[in-house]
Nanobody
Framework: QVQLVESGGGLVQAGGSLRLSCAAS??????MAWFRRAPGKEREFVAT????????YYADSVKGRFTISRDNAKNTVYLQMNSLKPEDTAVYYC???????????????WGQGTQVTVSS
């Protein structure tokens, strides 16, 4: 498995920004993604990136506001979140897996999660 350590969550006002980081170690992987779980809801897809070519794909709810990127040298993936809304409040998880997909079950390594809270 890949070991994943997230950081960067916190409390921010609506309209503000946060950047999440996820450092990876262990075996190689082809894709990384961010998912989130809001209170009382299931874990949902946010964004994914194909490691080799940095192609990306986003959930409609965050398109145009969030940006996923990666730093090869640091083996780290980022999620830049702008124009945050209260409905973005959730625990954010990074994941690694063999294919670039929005399907949660295709990712076999997960971080511990980091809380993002957006106040209105």
């Amino acid at each position: 498995q890949v070991q994943l350590v997230e950081s960067g969550g916190g409390l921010v006002q609506a309209g503000g920004s946060l950047r999440l980081s996820c450092a990876a170690s262990g075996r190689t992987f082809s894709a990384m993604a961010w998912f989130r779980r809001a209170p009382g809801k299931e874990r949902e897809f946010v964004a994914t990136i194909k490691w080799s070519v940095a192609s990306t794909y986003y959930a409609d709810s965050v398109k145009g506001r969030f940006t996923i990127s990666r730093d090869n040298a640091k083996n780290t993936v980022y999620l830049q979140m702008n124009s945050l809304k209260p409905e973005d409040t959730a625990v954010y998880y990074c994941a690694a897996g063999p294919v670039m997909t929005w399907v949660r079950t295709r990712y076999d390594s997960w971080g511990q999660g980091t809380q993002v809270t957006v106040s209105s």
